[in-house]
């Protein structure tokens, strides 16, 4: 039989291995038709901004995140400059936050959304804008 504090252990690794699977991220990315095409840049290296950058930049298409379950900030993080990075990107905006994870509150001139679909109102979705500089 195991110890109270052994079976307490092994109980809490098992519902923390439990609350990590339901955590889910899956990312799609498109691109603009009009987007210049540029080689896959280095994912850690490509910037996640809330603004529009002050300096000159093409716009490269968009990114959309899915999140299910509670992916951390990081995860969430790094699945867009991942898909970002794929179409060459330098950096990535954050447009909208479905999700509120990441806090996004985009005004400008760079992304105008869709209206919504109303079949995916309860889905956690961020959307990203890859931009690489100029």
């Known amino acids: 039989m195991l110890k ?3 079976a307490l252990a092994t109980w809490l690794a098992v519902l923390t291995l439990a609350l990590a699977s339901c955590a889910n991220i899956s990312a799609t990315s ?3 038709p009009d987007a210049p095409a540029y080689a896959p840049t280095d994912p850690t290296s490509v910037e996640i901004l809330r603004s529009d950058p002050a300096v ?3 716009r490269l298409g968009e990114v959309t995140v899915s999140l299910q379950g509670s992916p951390s900030q990081q995860d969430v993080v790094y699945a867009v400059a991942k898909a970002a990075a794929q179409m060459g990107a330098t950096a990535a905006v954050l447009v909208f936050d479905g999700s509120a994870s990441m806090g996004v509150a985009y005004s400008g001139a760079l992304w105008t959304p869709v209206p919504p679909d109303p079949s995916q109102a309860s889905q956690q979705v ?4 890859a931009i690489r500089y100029t």
Do not use: E
């Open 56 to 58: 000159p930049f093409v």
């Open 30 to 32: 498109r691109r603009y």
């Open 4 to 6: 109270p504090q052994k």
């Open 126 to 129: 961020l959307v990203a804008v």
